[in-house]
């Protein structure tokens, strides 16, 4: 197979490999050019100013004619104005849910907040990093004393320890996002019981945090500073105490059926390659789509990804509100960078270029197609609570650990993570899946990749790789662990959205 | 001794408990009001616009006449114009150099650059977080696979990580500081031997940094991308290859005899009270002149914390441009914090009004006590290295993981810390003295804080107090372990200063 159709409507295919000139491409048309591997090819005729599609979506208009079997790229294809029409809400169409007799289940930990989780961990939230050291000492004593023998329902005790909590302003935007993450965090459903542990002294009060975001002491939730038990040793020994206490607690809520609607799946991408648009995450759209069928949740994220291509998501918003705050959030990254000095150019680089990639709508289809087809539900900002069922966007920069984070302070209870260059990751307290895009990835990292979506263009289809990755998602949040829980990862990526000056 | 006298040319006594109107100061006077704890009271009449001198140094001017016995606080105290006079180079003094027979030694480990350690550490340097679980991984299967068995003089291995090296721009400010920091970490002389691992798509390229900071590896330095080597798995046993060749070598370099020139001091206060300023960092300020004169290096920093106060220093400047480059950091943080809707203020708060600080130049002055009174020789950027050897000026933020970082980076090799609330903090490779401004604390907290400097006035003096601190720098430099250093800190400290917009 030398080249893919992504979708029934579209009027071009993918080379999967350098397509000589006058190779046969169908029963009717070859190769009228040299095709580079990964480039487009015209499928049909085009008329000059006819839409291109890709995705079945336009990525752009033929700016002279085209003939069945041209290369199609910058030479002949460009953005129109009607593709950037915001057009608010005009592509919504009506979720197919499925019927209750296909409804899917989990094996999922019940929360008394009503939410589920899909791992039971016990969680050491810091609010300052002069109470990261503290927090990882608890959380290795407590290994090394073997406290969690015998309580073989719980995961795992996990420190989140991050650089920030002091030389900040906690009420400036970057403080509120410190909070909302930890926040966030303290009442996850992968966490049967958490720990707070503050210094004292600190700007991000411990008391503070627990007033503005309702947190109140109960016997899964407790908190201390290291300054009110007399330093780090009493903190310490006050942790584990703590811990011993809560131990056979959170051992005893075991896993129950439960319907995958409560499931929420973070999709994230990183390390992308030419092959990221094509495999991976379109792959990753076809089961975010069935879990939205499912009636579970989906989290979108990254905004500088798409940026120049904002009006694909206004147009698929469910509410005039939702549109509009994705143009606000785009108007907010716009000066924000310009205010950092820093470019937000999602447009194709001569790399992508190279690649194949001709339009910003074309990049940015490829990066959204993870997100699937369905409704833009809501939009929320980094690490605010989603309450909303079916595909949402959340705020938040491109960068994986800081994007991951905010998903799971949100509330994701599964990551899906494509690359295409071998992105080494893995979260705690949530699993993380990671997709290939290329199979050559897959096969040199396949102790650190758990899918290979590289199929899709290998004699299987984007169907099947979709069905494989849901599938293994409810594995996964039923208890099978991920690649990169078994390597041990998940301890060094909480990395809380760092914004504004450190003073 | 219920006042202290922080100078003889003062003209004012600090009152260490309150004070009650009538009660007896000396011979001559009574305090004529009530005086709070720590507030300041006239030791002599002071006429109307005559100075107001602390740590014999103006804090402002009397703005009414005050009796000897009278309360000094912002109803009859103000700073004039005068005391905002940049006045470059104008209070600069030769320096008092020790005698050859007055040289005091350390045991201190000697590298091929010519720099001498205190520490014999092997570094895993990170340059992005996507690498952070592979480096921590290695260090933890060397502990636990017990490597360093029979390799006595090493103290481990030291695994570099945070939060940043992806989704931002290598060319900025951000991008700059962050392998400024990196690249000082590399050429630490702590470190006996250091290996640099990166993923391989990040932005913050290993190959880059190594070209631009001319980072060549070596027996002592090696370089390795965790996609280079086909995954995490692979990564880790490559590490742990590296370290099994480097330990012989870096085991077999002793410690010898050093002049205490070679030390280079990071002063650094966090946490600090109302004692801070009279007990901790004077007398650290006077360990620091001490070091100065036995011809080491002190590097000062936290820029916010000298705001308003920086005339101070320009006038203690030994040169025009060392003078001008501090208007410039000021000129600079002015900006920086605007742009970014903090607000850069060191005026006395409420609180510390209350506490007895009455002027910006008061408060000032105690936190830059801690840098002794010799001139200032040098101003580097954050993480630069420090060439000069006397008292010299490092840009940073005040937050006391950033602020160590950065003096690390630029070559710190013991750092002192004072603190007044009880601030949980050490950093690997490089050994971090706390200083207690008070024996409440210290007696509280005896486990983390090395000195109480609270002595100083309960009996002792800055004098005794400043010695003890220069005499335990030896011994620390030599090997002694400080008390974070027996508590374990120093794995979760390393923090490259966060500046610019995550995407
Ligand atoms: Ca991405
Ligand atoms: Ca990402
Ligand atoms: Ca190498
Ligand atoms: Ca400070
Ligand atoms: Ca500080």
Redesign the pocket.
């Known amino acids: 197979m030398k080249t893919l159709r992504l979708h029934p409507q579209d009027n071009l295919l993918v080379a999967l490999d350098a397509l000589p000139k006058g190779c046969e491409l169908s029963a009717d048309f070859k190769a009228c050019n040299d095709i580079p591997k990964m480039h487009k090819v015209a499928s049909q005729t085009i008329a000059a100013g006819e839409k291109i599609l890709k995705y079945g979506q336009v990525i752009g208009q033929a700016t002279q004619s085209i003939a069945a079997g041209e290369h199609i790229h910058t030479h002949n294809c460009a953005m129109g104005n009607f593709e950037r029409d915001f057009a608010f809400c005009s592509q919504i169409r009506p979720t197919q849910f499925v019927p209750t007799n296909a409804k899917r289940q989990f094996q999922g930990y019940h929360r008394p907040s009503g939410k589920v989780g899909t791992r039971n961990f016990i969680a050491l939230v810091t609010t300052v990093n002069c109470s990261a050291t503290a927090a990882r000492h608890i959380a290795e004593q407590a290994r090394l004393g073997q406290l969690l023998d015998g309580f073989d329902n719980i995961d795992g005790i996990v420190p989140l320890v991050h650089s920030s909590g002091c030389g900040m302003n906690p009420n400036s935007r970057g403080g509120h996002i410190l909070a909302r993450t930890l926040a966030g965090y303290a009442v996850h459903p992968n966490f049967g019981g958490v720990i707070t542990l503050g210094l004292g002294c600190e700007a991000m009060q411990l008391n503070h945090l627990m007033r503005d975001y309702g947190l109140v002491e109960s016997e899964f939730f407790r908190a201390y500073n290291i300054q009110d038990v007399d330093g780090t040793a009493k903190a310490i020994d006050h942790g584990l105490g703590i811990i011993r206490e809560m131990l056979p607690r959170v051992n005893a809520v075991k896993r129950q059926a439960t319907d995958a609607s409560h499931l929420t799946l973070a999709v ?3 390390g ?1 390659d030419a092959f990221s648009g094509i495999t991976a995450n379109p792959a990753l759209g076809k089961a975010a789509d069935t879990l939205v069928a499912q009636g579970g949740t989906v989290i979108y994220s ?1 905004t500088p ?1 798409i940026y120049g291509a904002e009006h694909l998501l206004t147009q698929r918003a469910e509410t005039p509100e939702s549109a509009q705050a994705i143009v606000d959030l785009i108007s907010w990254w716009e000066n924000y960078t310009l205010m950092n000095g820093v470019e937000l150019n999602n447009n194709p680089s001569p790399g992508n270029k190279a690649g194949g990639l001709t339009t910003i709508l074309e990049k940015s289809l490829g ?1 959204m197609a993870k997100a699937g087809s369905t409704n833009l539900r809501a939009v929320y900002q980094y690490a605010e609570q989603v309450k909303e069922k079916g595909m949402v966007f959340m705020d938040s920069p ?1 960068f ?1 650990p800081v ?1 991951v984070t905010g998903q799971v302070a949100s509330g994701a209870n599964v990551v899906c993570f494509t690359t295409g260059r071998g992105s080494a990751f893995g979260h705690k307290p949530v699993p993380s899946l990671k997709l290939a895009s290329n199979t050559a990835l897959y096969e040199r990292m396949t102790g650190d990749i758990d899918i290979n979506c590289g199929k899709a263009i290998e004699g299987g289809s984007l169907e099947a790789s979709g069905a494989e990755i849901f599938e293994t998602i409810l594995r996964v949040a039923s208890g099978e662990r991920t690649k990169s829980e078994l390597l041990g990862y998940g301890d060094n990526e909480f990395t809380p959205w760092p914004m504004g000056a450190v003073v």
């Open positions: 994230q991408c990183g992308s990254e990804e990066a491109g994986d994007s």
